[in-house]
T-cell receptor, first 114, second 115 residues
Framework: AQSVTQLDSQVPVFEEAPVELRCNYS??????LFWYVQYPNQGLQLLLK??????LVKGINGFEAEFNKSQTSFHLRKPSVHISDTAEYFC????????????FGGGTRLMVKP | DAGVIQSPRHEVTEMGQEVTLRCKPI?????LFWYRQTMMRGLELLIY????????DSGMPEDRFSAKMPNASFSTLKIQPSEPRDSAVYFC?????????????FGDGTRLSIL
């Protein structure tokens, strides 16, 4: 069975600084990878996804993520964050033989300070 | 386009009462998921349906929890009797089937407080 680990539960960063949110997964089969963002009192919104092809994936709001198969990682990055990026970020994995089920990481709270 | 619609957005009730949460998935989506989110346990999958049929309910915590999907556009999650430890935010999500690379689309959740 797959598992997803987000090592950092909280990441404080100053506005306009770069940020990286880490995600590692384990699985014995090929996977699809997703990042979701959750703003306060809202549901999860899809930020970006990796299905196949180029390992660098661009998403909404200037975020991007890189799939590294050898390190089983899918880290999320943004070169310059805004106050409005303050939210909870979830990494999720779907195994190729698991229907549409997602396994979520524990989430990382990004706190952007002025 | 209308997204996943959940009702009510907030529910406060007393212990022992029956609680019913409702979900309308995105039209055309054939997978529906119910999740529970708490600070302690994070996001947990409770049950999911494919073409209105429950596929995996191993995440349902107890017999007090039940879920139904009588048609493609409506699902309910019921708790009877409710307990204070059921307090959480409950999310419904839907996705298009076919392959496992389809993203799930989430509703805004129901914040449930059991007193």
């Amino acid at each position: 069975a797959q598992s997803v680990t987000q090592l950092d539960s909280q990441v404080p960063v100053f506005e306009e600084a770069p940020v990286e949110l880490r995600c590692n997964y384990s699985s014995s089969v090929s996977v699809y990878l997703f990042w979701y963002v959750q703003y306060p009192n809202q549901g999860l919104q899809l930020l970006l996804k990796y299905l196949s092809g180029s390992t660098l994936v661009k998403g909404i709001n200037g975020f991007e993520a890189e799939f590294n198969k050898s390190q089983t990682s899918f880290h999320l990055r943004k070169p310059s964050v805004h106050i409005s990026d303050t939210a909870e970020y979830f990494c999720a994995v779907s195994e190729s033989n698991a229907g549409n089920m997602l396994t979520f990481g524990g989430g990382t709270r990004l706190m952007v300070k002025p | 386009d209308a997204g996943v619609i959940q009702s009510p957005r907030h529910e406060v009730t007393e212990m022992g009462q029956e609680v019913t949460l409702r979900c309308k998935p995105i039209s055309g989506h054939d997978y529906l998921f119910w999740y529970r989110q708490t600070m302690m346990r994070g996001l947990e999958l409770l049950i999911y349906f494919n073409n209105n049929v429950p596929i995996d309910d191993s995440g349902m915590p107890e017999d007090r929890f039940s879920a139904k999907m009588p048609n493609a556009s409506f699902s309910t999650l019921k708790i009877q009797p409710s307990e204070p430890r059921d307090s959480a935010v409950y999310f419904c999500a839907s996705s298009l089937g076919g392959t496992s690379n389809q993203p799930q689309h989430f509703g805004d959740g129901t914040r449930l407080s059991i007193l």
